[in-house]
């Protein structure tokens, strides 16, 4: 808040109590074993696999989008789909974990 007392501007922080925050927190790649990671910031267009699928070298898993770009994650290794940390239209960070693969 800002106002003028005596002629001098002032400043005070007031925290608003009844603020929630809806931000959430994801794991990151490199601490999660055989999790692959989100190349950019971005929102999840599509998934392209689900859980217990095969995935082979390449072999695309979601699409991310950015600042109207759309980019392909693929599947860094061969292995199945053991879990999927986000769904369409969740945002993510660079590096959290998108999908984890065995």
Do not use: C, H, W
């Amino acid at each position: 808040m800002y106002f003028d007392f005596t002629g001098m501007p002032r400043s005070v922080k007031i925290n608003d109590r009844t603020a929630q925050s809806t931000r959430v927190v994801r794991s990151k790649a490199a601490d999660v074993p055989g999790g692959v990671g989100a190349p950019m910031p971005g929102v999840v267009v599509d998934m392209l696999v689900k859980v217990g699928d095969a995935v082979e070298v390449g072999a695309p898993m979601l699409v991310l989008s950015a600042m109207k770009m759309e980019t392909t994650v693929a599947a860094p290794s061969t292995g199945r789909v053991d879990s999927l940390s986000v769904k369409a239209g969740d945002d993510v960070e660079a590096g959290d974990v998108l999908v984890t693969l065995s």
